[in-house]
T-cell receptor, first 111, second 115 residues
Framework: DARVTQTPRHKVTEMGQEVTMRCQPI?????VFWYRQTMMQGLELLAY????????DSGMPKDRFSAEMPDATLATLKIQPSEPRDSAVYFC?????????FGDGTRLSIL | AQTVTQSQPEMSVQEAETVTLSCTYD???????LFWYKQPPSRQMILVIR??????QNATENRFSVNFQKAAKSFSLKISDSQLGDAAMYFC????????????FGTGTLLAVQP
């Protein structure tokens, strides 16, 4: 079965460090989403791309977060500098004509 | 703006029994999709079932079925013959028509299954 692949699965780092999370969408899917899951806010959309072009990044703190799709097989989400409040699970999902398929998420802990 | 509300933070069911999880939503759109996702402790997000708003017939997937009431904006999930493996967080989600639109999630219902 085709799957969305996210790396790393876990990341622990100190406040102020740069964090990069990667996502490989399912081949042929033209839309990639980044969601963040926290206890307080639940699941919320950070940004998404269609055909590699950013469509909506209004859920993302612009001063420290950036999302890119350098090519159709890779999406990245960067945090610089990271803060303890960024600790969460970050999900990538991809879609084409059907429902969104989620990766297993990156659990990020900022100390 | 569209919203999704799950009013039951936690539910419990005995193995082999039936349980219903509630979800309501608010939208001014007429064409949309509704989903139930399951998130077990492994934190995967697994699609359980989906419903197209233009279809009057309720969706079913094996032991999982929905009660879709469009006028009432209600979308409940019924799990029949509950199994221990059904224990998980369940999220209701809304999406405007178009597969490449974002999902809007409810806050989730944690389902426990008692042996």
């Amino acid at each position: 079965d085709a799957r969305v692949t996210q790396t790393p699965r876990h990341k622990v780092t100190e406040m102020g460090q740069e964090v990069t999370m990667r996502c490989q969408p399912i081949l042929g899917h033209n839309t990639v989403f980044w969601y963040r899951q926290t206890m307080m806010q639940g699941l919320e959309l950070l940004a998404y791309f269609r055909n590699r072009a950013p469509l909506d990044d209004s859920g993302m703190p612009k001063d420290r977060f950036s999302a890119e799709m350098p090519d159709a097989t890779l999406a990245t989400l960067k945090i610089q500098p990271s803060e303890p409040r960024d600790s969460a699970v970050y999900f990538c999902a991809s879609a084409s004509y059907g429902p969104q398929h989620f990766g297993d998420g990156t659990r990020l802990s900022i100390l | 703006a569209q919203t999704v509300t799950q009013s039951q933070p936690e539910m419990s069911v005995q193995e082999a029994e039936t349980v219903t999880l509630s979800c309501t939503y608010d939208t001014s759109e007429s064409d949309y999709y509704l989903f139930w996702y399951k998130q077990p402790p492994s934190r995967q997000m697994i699609l359980v079932i989906r419903q197209e708003a233009y279809k009057q017939q309720n969706a079913t997937e094996n032991r999982f079925s929905v009660n879709f009431q469009k006028a009432a904006k209600s979308f409940s999930l019924k799990i029949s013959d509950s199994q221990l493996g059904d224990a998980a967080m369940y999220f209701c989600a809304y999406r405007r028509s178009g597969a490449t639109n974002k999902l809007i999630f409810g806050t989730g219902t944690l389902l426990a299954v008692q042996p």
